[in-house]
């Protein structure tokens, strides 16, 4: 079947309006196609893709970049970039937040300011939220992703898969070497780098012991 062909490739304001879309400030681009349901509410400048679903009472604030995304109901996109995405209602997304194709976020969920998540599958209210990397994993419902946490998906040949499972914690600047389980309610402490599987209620540790030297730093700066 020949694709449909149009000859503006963006809706109006006034078709959108009619649609029952919510239209703040300037520079909305949203091509025709896409789903934009009553109750929505965009703000340009943005861009939405014609494989978009906006459903109503979702948010998208400006500079935002949707490209073949679903966002739910009551959902929040501040500034940032959706491509190939589920978002499930009333998640948080953003500011400069990156989500990469075959990336589920879960209702309720919180994904913050400068966080990558990449074919990741995300329960419901958990939370990763600032500066994070979320590659090639499974996240349990009601986890919390600290500060600068990566999960290292590549390992030079081939990408590698996570799992983490309900009620986790994973404290701030912890490394997650993929292959690993980590089952339900583990404890992971800030700083640790993970390379192996984690059984449930595991608490978890990997540093190394700072020295301390008494009047050490004196007349350094000096």
Known sequence: MKAKTYKNKHMSLRTLKRRGAEIYGGGAYVERGAIIERGAKIYGPCYISSGCHICGGAIIYPYCFLQDAYVGSGSVVRASTLIGTHICGGASVGPYSYLREGSVIGENCRIGGFVEVKASKIGGGSKAAHLAYIG?????????????????????????????????????????????????????????????????????????????????AAGRYL
């Open 136 to 216: 090639d994993a499974d996240i349990g419902k009601n986890v919390n992703i600290g500060c600068g946490v990566v999960f290292a998906n590549y390992d030079g040949a081939g990408k590698r898969k996570t799992a983490v499972g309900d009620g986790c914690f994973i404290g701030c600047n912890c490394n997650i070497v993929a292959p690993v389980f980590i089952k339900d309610g583990a404890y992971i402490a800030a700083g640790t780098t993970v390379t192996r599987d984690l059984e449930k209620d595991d608490f978890c540790i990997g540093r190394c012991r700072e020295t301390v030297k008494p009047n050490g």
